[in-house]
């Protein structure tokens, strides 16, 4: 991996000049499945509306996009190239069910909020894209460390959406009361329009922050050629 | 030698200058508001001034923000759409509404229905109703709490939560009433013609009187600020569709000049369906347009969940418009259709 100034220092630095500990880093903040690749945004709008729902699938997500990315990964030498699309899906479709029936034994109840969406993980683009991109190309390890990092970041842009949501729709955070009593909810954070608005709010905010790094970035090229 | 006034002046087009700019027909839109404003502030007192002083708080101050932020040097503030923006959701809000709602309905109007599009003149849909759909989708209860009407004895009196708290609910109990629209469609009450006509019922603001909006309206079709084939559109098609129902089942469905008169309709073809940024360009887009727009209201107000449709049925007509500018696109002068 190129990076754009190579007089970066200090622990993050060290690990991202590492490159197979890159793999797991860019997944979180550099090419975040929902905030940079823009992946994924069915589960991301319609479930976030509670921070618990958020996590529950991004956890979900996080665990098939490990296995699947794994298993894609062993097998890439024998996936005959014409078929491979239906092969990542029945073995995403494999994980996807243990993880139904997983979260239907850990919480009843968390099962029956996020529906239907447990399902389509299946179809979740995200996975399908590292399997085709990424994992049918690299080593176990690789694929394991980039499913990791694009898990976890998938499920940091989901509590991100989520929290602001549920404070905002119902007035709690993890079903715990966060205002005083008589919070005036704003129903439409629930609904999916609430979903849009604080997705697009979010994008917002991560491109903004992004354009004033490169500016900085800019900046320092410009004083080292000076 | 002397200089003499010039002859012939030779300039390329265009030749005529129209004297007006933005700001000077916004201003003669508000002027046309006044009398629906002052109905409004004779029926629901000091609570409407207040509704409308927050609402045009929230709607300037946010376009305000944006200037600074942006460092833009044109200054948009001074063209009086963001005061208009205000004021006409204010109009559309019952009278009763806490202020923080009002103001957060400003901020939303011109913050997602404008600037978000680009400032003015790119908007697709009208910024006052889509902060008023906000508010709907938020507080439905709010949004849906009507104040009894009153006269000049009641002008210092507060109606409803003007004074609740930022995001805390109100728990005091205030006097409600229903609106003709609501008492029609699930009492099958009709109100008397003439308390729709001079806004002696319950509803938004500004909306009761429909000969103050009507005065309006006539004023800005003279001065020609509004093309008159949209509220025209709007009339005719909600007269067809409503005589036509009520043709069938006259118990059930109300006739055709208390659909006219009653809730937002006035309101909503004069003032919001004529915006002319969101509204189509062609005259015979405009008829579409209004019909459309027509069509809905009696559709959402007799088949729909809610008692009132004027605010989504122009949203939606608002979407359309590009799509009746495509389609009546006039051919080009000239042109001849091939015949095959």
Not at chain 1, 134 to 144: L, Y
Not at chain 1, 192 to 215: D, H, S, V
Not at chain 2, 122 to 150: D, H, K, M, Y
């Amino acid at each position: 991996m190129e990076r754009k100034s190579d007089k970066k220092t200090g622990f993050f630095a060290t690990l991202q000049q590492s490159p197979s500990t890159d793999e797991f880093i860019k997944g979180l903040w550099r090419e975040n499945a929902v905030f940079v690749q823009v992946l994924g945004m069915c589960p991301t709008l319609a479930v976030t509306n509670s921070a618990t729902n958020a996590i529950a699938m991004g956890l979900a997500t996080t665990f098939v996009l490990l296995m699947s990315n794994m298993l894609v990964s062993s097998l890439r030498n024998f996936i005959p190239k014409q078929v491979r699309i239906a092969t990542y899906i029945l073995i995403i479709a494999t994980f996807v069910t243990v993880a139904d029936y997983v979260i239907q034994a850990i919480s009843l109840d968390v099962h029956k909020s996020l529906g239907a969406f447990i399902a389509l993980i299946v179809v979740n683009c995200l996975i399908l894209g590292r399997a085709e991109a990424f994992a049918s190309k690299n080593t176990i390890g690789k694929s394991f460390l980039d499913g990791l990092g694009m898990g976890l970041g998938f499920t940091f842009a989901l509590l991100c959406l989520g929290v602001v949501r549920e404070i905002l729709g119902s007035g709690t955070l993890f079903g715990i009361p966060f205002f005083p009593a008589n919070f005036q909810e704003w129903v439409i954070m629930i609904l999916p329009g609430g979903g849009f608005f604080t997705l697009a709010a979010w994008l917002l905010i991560f491109n903004w922050a992004k354009q004033r790094k490169k500016k900085v970035v800019q900046l320092d090229n410009k004083e080292i050629a000076a | 030698m002397e200089k003499s006034a010039p002859k012939l002046l030779l300039t390329s087009s265009p030749f005529l200058k129209q004297q007006e700019d933005t700001p000077a027909v916004m201003r003669q839109v508000i002027f046309s508001l006044i009398p629906a404003i002052l109905a409004g502030i004779y029926y629901f007192g000091i609570s409407g001034i207040l509704v409308i002083a927050a609402s045009i708080a929230g709607a300037v101050g946010t376009e305000w923000i944006y200037l600074i932020g942006t460092k833009k040097k044109f200054n948009s503030i001074k063209d009086n759409t963001a005061l208009l923006t205000g004021l006409l959701l204010a109009l559309t809000l019952p009278p009763g509404i806490p202020l923080w709602m009002a103001f957060l309905g400003g901020i939303v109007a011109i913050a997602l229905g404008k600037l978000i599009f680009g400032g003015i003149g790119s908007n697709i849909f009208n910024p006052a109703l889509v902060g008023r759909a906000f508010l709907q989708a938020s507080f439905p209860v709010a949004l849906t709490t009507w104040s009894p009407i009153s006269d000049f004895s009641g002008i210092t009196q507060l109606r409803g939560h003007t004074f609740a708290l930022p995001f805390v609910q109100s728990k005091i109990d205030a006097i409600t009433a229903a609106t003709p629209l609501s008492q029609m469609k699930f009492d099958s009450h009709l109100t008397e013609l003439t308390h729709l006509f001079f806004g002696s019922s319950a509803g938004s603001l500004g909306e009761t009187g429909a000969i103050f909006l009507l005065l309006g309206g006539i004023y800005m079709v003279l001065r020609n600020y509004i093309n008159w084939r949209i509220p025209l559109g709007v009339f005719f098609m909600v007269i067809i569709f409503a005589s036509v129902l009520h043709g069938v089942d006259p118990v059930k469905f109300a006739p055709a000049s208390f659909h006219l008169f009653s809730g937002g309709l006035m309101l909503g073809a004069i003032f919001m369906a004529t915006d002319p940024v969101s509204s189509p360009i062609t005259h015979k887009g405009c008829w579409i347009f209004g019909m459309g727009i027509g069509f809905l209201v009696v559709l959402i107000r007799t088949f729909g969940g809610l008692p009132e449709g004027v605010m989504y049925a122009i949203l939606l007509m608002n979407g359309v418009t590009p799509l009746i500018n495509r389609v009546t696109q006039p051919p080009i002068y000239g042109y001849v259709k091939s015949k095959n």
